[in-house]
C-alpha cells in the first residue's frame, strides 16, 4: 500500500474541529452496547498540519468480528473486507475542545475493541459522501491519525494517543482502495529530481504511458482512474494541473498508445471503443470520440502502435485484419487511403508470433518482440527494420536475438537499443544498443526482463523486472544510464516496472510496485 506523509493535530488549534464520521451500510444493531467518549491526545511537535487542513475524519470500532462506524453497526464474524456502499457521513459534530469528551459513541461491548482515528484531507467536503466515493476522490489525502486497543464493558472515556509511525499509513480501507476503487497494486508515479510522486491511480495493471501537449495518457486494466467514472482502462491526467479526466470509457485492457496531432490511438484487447462497434482491438481518439479504423484488429491483441508519414503501425498478436491473414502480427493503416496494407509489399511475420515493441525515426521503423524470420528473412529474430522498401530487413549480421524483445528507443538515424530477455546482443545481456552496424553493450546488462525505455536528456532509463543492474542495489526494477555508468532512480521499486513516459523534465513510471525502496514511501 502506498505510503503517506501525516499531517498531526497541535491540540490547541483543535478548538474548532469539525468531525465528520461515516455510518456503515446494514441494519443489524448490537445487542448490548456502551457509550464510549472520545479523548484525542496528540502530542504537539509531531508534524506540520493543523486542524484545518483536515476536511473529515472516520472512527472505526473493530475487534471479534465487529467493523464499525459510527453509529455502532455490527458487521458479523469475518466480514471484514467488503468494498460495498458503507454508508454515507453523518452531520458534522462540532467538538468545542479535543482535550476533553466531545465525542459520544456507543460501541459494541466485549474485550479487545480496537478504535482507530483517521483523517481525509483534499475532498473539500465530505458531507453525504460514502466511504468508497471518498476514497475515489482524486488528490484526497488518508492519513491514519491514531489507534489503541481496550476492553469496554461499560460508559467510559477513551484515549486516542498519536500511534502514527512513518511509513504505515493505508491507502485503503477494508479492501476499499484510494483513488479507484480497489482495482489492484498497479500505480503510476511521476519521477522528478530525485523524488517519486503518486499520481493516485490504481489499477489491476499499467501496460502503457504516452506524453504530449501537457497530457499523460495511461493505459491498463482499471475501472474509474483517478476516481473519474469515465476512465475505464484509458484515462487522461493534466500534467500541470494534477487531475484526471476520462470522456469514455474503453471496455478492455488497452496495452499501447501514440498519436499523431490531436489524434490519440490505442490499442489492446477491447471491443468496440466508446460504442464504436468496429472499434475492436484499436482505435482512434479526436479529444471527444472514438472512432475506428476500417473495421478494426479481427482477433487476439494489439501490443504496440507508432505512427510515421501519416500511417499506423500496428503490432500485436493477431491472425488477420479485416479478413486479410496476410496481415499477421504486423499490418500499418493508411490515412489518406482509409485503408489497411502490408508493412512491406512481402512482409510477414508469421501466425503465431507476436510483436511487442515498434519505435519510429523516420524513414526507418524498427520492430521488437518474440518471432523469428520476419518476412523470410532468416537472420530477422525477434528484431527487425523496415526503411520503407518492400520488405522487413533483419537488423545487421548473424541471427538476430536469441530472447523476445519488449522495448525499444531510438537514438539517432539508424542507431537504436533495445530491452527484453534476450542474452546475445553486444555480449550483454537484457538491454543492448546497436549503432554504425554493429551490436554493442549497453553497460554491464543485468539479469532478468527489460520492459521499457525512455531517454530523458542524455539520460537511459530502463524499466523492467530485476533485482539490480550494474551490480548496483539501489537499482531494482529501474535504473538509469547516464552515458559512462549506470545509477539509481530513487532507490528503485518494489515491483517490476512496465511503461515509461517523459515530457522533457519528469519521467513517468507505471507497473505493479506499491513503494519506492527507500523507506519513505512515495509522496504527493
Not at 480496537?114 to 475515489?136: D, H, P, Q, R
Not at 496494407?341 to 515498434?358: D, F, H, W
Amino acid at each position: 500500500m502506498v505510503e503517506k506523509q501525516l499531517r498531526i493535530f497541535v491540540p490547541g488549534i483543535l478548538s474548532a474541529l469539525m468531525v465528520l464520521l461515516a455510518i456503515a451500510c446494514t441494519d443489524r444493531s448490537p445487542t448490548a452496547s456502551a457509550e464510549i467518549s472520545l479523548k484525542f491526545d496528540f502530542a504537539a511537535g509531531r508534524g506540520p498540519g493543523t486542524a484545518a487542513d483536515m476536511d473529515c475524519f472516520l472512527v472505526n470500532i473493530r475487534g471479534n468480528g465487529v467493523v464499525a462506524t459510527y453509529p455502532l453497526v455490527d458487521f458479523g464474524d469475518g466480514v471484514t473486507s467488503s468494498c460495498l456502499d458503507l454508508g454515507t457521513v453523518s452531520t458534522a459534530v462540532s467538538v468545542s475542545d479535543a482535550t476533553t469528551s466531545g465525542i459520544r459513541m456507543p460501541v459494541k461491548t466485549g474485550t479487545a475493541r480496537t478504535i482507530e482515528v483517521l483523517g481525509f484531507e483534499g475532498l473539500g467536503t465530505c458531507a453525504g459522501k460514502s466511504l468508497k466515493e471518498l476514497l475515489a476522490v482524486d488528490g484526497a489525502e488518508l492519513y491514519k491519525l491514531g489507534s489503541t486497543t481496550t476492553d469496554i464493558f461499560t460508559n467510559r472515556t477513551v484515549t486516542i494517543e498519536n500511534s502514527y509511525v512513518d511509513g504505515t499509513t493505508p491507502d485503503k480501507i477494508d479492501d476499499c482502495e484510494e483513488s479507484g476503487g480497489a482495482n489492484g497494486p498497479a500505480r503510476v508515479y511521476r519521477y522528478y529530481s530525485g523524488n517519486y510522486y503518486d499520481l493516485g491511480l490504481r489499477a489491476t495493471a499499467i501496460h502503457a504511458l504516452h506524453v504530449n501537449g501537457g497530457n499523460l495518457f495511461i493505459g491498463g486494466d482499471f475501472a474509474d482512474g483517478g476516481g473519474n467514472a469515465d476512465a475505464d482502462n484509458f484515462a487522461i491526467y493534466n500534467i500541470s494541473a494534477q487531475t484526471f479526466s476520462g470522456f469514455a470509457p474503453v471496455s478492455g485492457p488497452v496495452l499501447a498508445i501514440t498519436q499523431e496531432g490531436a489524434n490519440v490511438y490505442v490499442g489492446g484487447a477491447f471491443l468496440d471503443a466508446g460504442g464504436n462497434a468496429f472499434a475492436d482491438r484499436v482505435a482512434r481518439w479526436s479529444g471527444a470520440i472514438w472512432s475506428a479504423l476500417g473495421t478494426g484488429i479481427d482477433n487476439g491483441q494489439v501490443n504496440a502502435l507508432e505512427t510515421m508519414g501519416g500511417n499506423v503501425y500496428v503490432g500485436g498478436t493477431f491472425s488477420s485484419v479485416e479478413g486479410d491473414t496476410s496481415l499477421n502480427s504486423l499490418a500499418r493503416f493508411s490515412d489518406i487511403g482509409n485503408s489497411w496494407l502490408q508493412v512491406g509489399s512481402t512482409t510477414r511475420i508469421g501466425t503465431g508470433k507476436e510483436v511487442r515493441a515498434l519505435k519510429a525515426d523516420s524513414p526507418l521503423l524498427f520492430i521488437g518482440g518474440n518471432f523469428t524470420d520476419a518476412g523470410g528473412n532468416s537472420d530477422a529474430d525477434n528484431i527487425a527494420l523496415y526503411n520503407g522498401g518492400s520488405i522487413v530487413q533483419a537488423v545487421g549480421l548473424g541471427a538476430g536475438l536469441n530472447g523476445a524483445v519488449n522495448g525499444l528507443g531510438t537514438i539517432s538515424g539508424s542507431d537504436f537499443y533495445a530491452t527484453g530477455s534476450f542474452t546475445m546482443a553486444g555480449g550483454k545481456v537484457g538491454i543492448a544498443q546497436f549503432i554504425s552496424g554493429a551490436w554493442e553493450p549497453f553497460g554491464t546488462g543485468f539479469s532478468g526482463t527489460g520492459y521499457a525505455l525512455v531517454t530523458v536528456g542524455t539520460e537511459y532509463f530502463l524499466g523492467g523486472s530485476f533485482s539490480s543492474v550494474g551490480g548496483i542495489a539501489s537499482t531494482a526494477n529501474i535504473a538509469r544510464w547516464t552515458g559512462t555508468n549506470w545509477a539509481d532512480v530513487g532507490m528503485g521499486l518494489n515491483g517490476q516496472v512496465k511503461a515509461l513516459a517523459t515530457d522533457g523534465t519528469n519521467v513517468f513510471i507505471g507497473g505493479d510496485f506499491t513503494s519506492n525502496n527507500g523507506g519513505t514511501g512515495p509522496i504527493r
